[in-house]
């Protein structure tokens, strides 16, 4: 049976009611991957705009929480929101303090860093209280921002766009010139994968400069949940020393209630471009300045009309910048390029060069009948990313795999190196040289990573409860000193330590390490420490190498005494064959041996056999003739151990044959007078009987015996 026609109406009322009921909290509910962090919050919770906000106590574990008190004032209208009633603050020292945001890769994101100093001064323990902080603001290895608070009532922004070419996000604060650094709250807002695309985002991000609202019915911000983004534009009804002044005469603003068509390119939020300022008298002029300025920057102006005329109306205009003619755009005619009214139309710059002070103005052309018109604009100032040092994903795995506090945020080089880290200081890349995590309590195996640090030097991992074994370092090629004792570390002393060109110094005592030390380690004569391992020792072929060395340096002193021994014993013997005693005494008969020299064909007792080329040669091929006879001839001649000797060579018809020569020979082989030349020996070659004596070099016995004197 069907319902009632009042009864159905009345259903179908109530379930309107109740999705109309429903409508506001979708409308508030924030976009997934929203991150709003309450820096010195206690608690979690979500604001009046429908933002959930997170406090950073699990975030980062340094730096201290300040509460501001309830009766601190502040000229801005967000002043009043939780998160700018704490702060977080930190030393005025040489480090870095950091929070580290998971992003998603390759993902464009806008992130926010806010700064409300209010009474702080006043309620810290500062002792210059009339000194205001300033700092520096960095995104991982890159200066962001310069802080510097010269109002304690004003809240002070910081904005980018950032494409994430890694799986974090690092905001720093560092460098503090005065005062102490101090943060109150931080944004991050993924955006539309089409929003703010430039051709350099890999190389640079974008520094927020100004973001204005036109035409404001106050001084409030728009932002969360009219910017699904949460982007905040700024009312220009905001007053302050140097920013929108110079205002031409005539302007005006001007509103609307339609909607307006703003879903193409970087879509401004509709109740941003249903308000704006039109130059009732011709222009609209303003004066900025542009923080981060002079530089090159990304600059648009967008524009709706939402203002009623009468057709043929029209509205054509020009920007006009000082100086820059270059900018000068063709005529913007807003009706005609949207195309049609209440329509985004966004012209502007990707990339422009801009001055600090920024003065601009649009003019309506000749032709036109109403004045320019502007509902908003956004100036990003391009800052190049330093890419900091090569060796941060390696470190930041490092740290990882640690727990605790060694997970420090940012580059671990710069601006400053992380507590446990130097780094090398001139270059335009840092590499770390040394890590020191001495008696951090670390647990599990020493992190594989370490080998991928070429330029590291020192390791300290000693005092730790390290397990496991010493991994690979081979490719650590740089490494000198390596601290790993007090730990449980187990497994053989790796050989590749012996191979490291730069080791001086290796501390392994006091683990569970077992087997053999190798013994290029040992004999490399670097500073060893392995006590304190039981199973660990010297190996036995170690031992054996020992043996072989001490063995070899063993004979060599043998071999060398007995070398010392011989030489006594021929200077002996060569004292006691002295020539005055041979001539007295005669030798002993001696059976030579025969040599395979072709003179040794005659068998002698004690003559020495000669080589017809030896003679040859000591007698310069017989040519220093000094005598002659009935014999032969007698030749002088030199041996190669210095001795002179005397050579005799007979004529043809001297010797009857070889067995007179060979008798001849034997008799003067046992003949010894010391009034006798000394026979030396013979040669028998060639058909030639040579005689071999002592060189006499004072004149024959027929000039002695024969002496010639002359009165």
Not at 678 to 692: M, P, Q, R, S, T
């Amino acid at each position: 049976m069907a319902a009632p026609p009042t009864a159905a109406r009345l259903g179908l009322l109530i379930l309107v009611l109740l999705l109309l009921g429903f409508f506001p909290a979708v409308s508030l509910a924030q976009m997934p991957g929203f991150l709003s962090i309450d820096c010195g919050g206690a608690a979690n919770y979500t604001d009046s705009l429908g933002l959930q906000w997170t406090s950073d106590a699990g975030l980062i574990d340094s730096g201290t929480p300040f509460s501001i008190p309830q009766s601190s004032s502040s000229s801005s209208p967000q002043s009043s929101s939780a998160q700018y009633s704490t702060l977080r603050y930190f030393p005025a020292d040489g480090n870095k303090y950091c929070y580290t945001l998971k992003v998603t890769t390759r993902t464009r994101y806008l992130l926010r860093a806010s700064f409300l100093y209010a009474d702080f001064l006043l309620n810290s323990s500062s002792s210059d209280e009339s000194v205001f902080p300033e700092f520096d603001l960095y995104l991982g290895a890159t200066r962001w921002s310069t802080i510097v608070i010269y109002d304690d009532t004003r809240i002070l922004t910081r904005e980018s766009i950032v494409l994430a070419a890694s799986d974090s996000l690092s905001v720093c604060l560092s460098n503090a010139t005065t005062g102490q650094p101090f943060i109150s709250a931080l944004e991050l807002r993924p955006l539309n994968g089409s929003l703010y695309r430039t051709a350099d985002e890999s190389t640079s991000f974008l520094a927020l400069a100004a973001r204005i609202n036109f035409g404001a019915p106050s001084a409030a911000p728009v932002r969360f949940p009219d910017d699904p983004y949460d982007r905040i534009w700024e009312s220009d009804l905001v007053r302050r020393a140097n920013y929108l002044v110079d205002a031409a005469p005539g302007t005006t603003n001007v509103s609307t209630a339609n909607p307006i068509a703003v879903a193409t390119n970087e879509r401004p939020p509709e109740k941003v471009m249903q308000t704006a300022v039109v130059g009732s008298l011709g222009e609209l002029t303003y004066r900025i300045n542009l923080n981060g300025f002079p530089g090159n920057g990304w600059a648009f102006s967008y524009f709706a009309e939402i203002e009623e005329f009468v057709a043929p109306e029209t509205r054509k205009f020009k920007l006009y910048i000082p100086g820059l003619p270059e900018v000068s755009k063709p005529t913007v005619d807003v009706a005609e390029n949207a195309p049609g009214k209440y329509r985004l139309y966004q012209p502007g710059f990707f990339n422009v060069s801009l001055p600090f002070v920024l003065s601009f103005a649009f003019r309506k052309t000749n032709d036109s009948d109403r004045g320019p018109i502007l509902n908003a604009f956004e100036i990003y100032k391009y800052v190049p990313i330093d890419p900091g040092s090569p060796d941060a994903p390696i470190m930041h795995a490092l740290a990882s795999s640690f727990a605790g506090g060694h997970v420090q945020g940012g580059d671990p080089c710069l601006p400053s190196p992380w507590s446990w880290v130097q780094c090398t200081a001139s270059q335009p890349q840092p590499r770390v040289v040394s890590i020191d995590l001495s008696g951090k309590n670390l647990t599990g195996s020493i992190p594989p990573e370490l080998a991928a640090l070429p330029c590291l030097a020192q390791i300290r991992l000693d005092n730790n409860m390290l397990t496991g074994p010493i991994p690979d370092l081979s490719a650590a090629s740089n490494l000198s000193i390596i601290h790993l004792e007090n730990n449980q570390l187990t497994g053989r002393v790796p050989s590749y330590l012996s191979t490291l060109p730069k080791l001086t110094e290796l501390y392994l005592q006091n683990n569970k390490l077992s087997g053999d030390i190798p013994g290029a380690l040992i004999s490399r004569g670097i500073i060893l420490n392995y006590s304190g391992n039981m199973h660990l020792q010297a190996g036995k072929q170690e031992k054996r190498h020992l043996i072989i060395i001490l063995s070899a340096l063993l004979g060599v002193s043998l071999l060398f005494a007995v070398s010392i021994c011989c030489c006594v014993l021929t200077r002996k013997n060569i004292k006691k064959n002295s020539p005055e005693d041979n001539l007295t005494k005669p030798l002993p008969a001696q059976k030579l041996q025969k040599s395979s020299a072709p003179s040794c064909e005659i068998s002698t007792e004690t003559a020495h056999p000669f080589r017809l080329c030896d003679l040859e040669e000591a007698t310069k091929n017989f040519a220093n003739r000094i005598g002659s006879g009935g014999f032969g001839i007698v030749y002088y001649g030199k041996l190669p151990d210095g001795r002179e000797i005397a050579v005799k060579v007979p004529t043809n018809d001297s010797y009857q044959g070889k067995k007179q020569f060979t008798n001849e020979v034997s008799l003067l082989s046992r003949i010894h007078h010391r009034n006798l030349v000394a026979f030396l020996g013979y040669c028998h070659e060639d058909g030639k009987n040579i005689l071999v004596y002592e060189f006499m070099m004072n004149g024959t016995l027929k000039e002695h015996l024969h002496v010639i004197k002359f009165f």
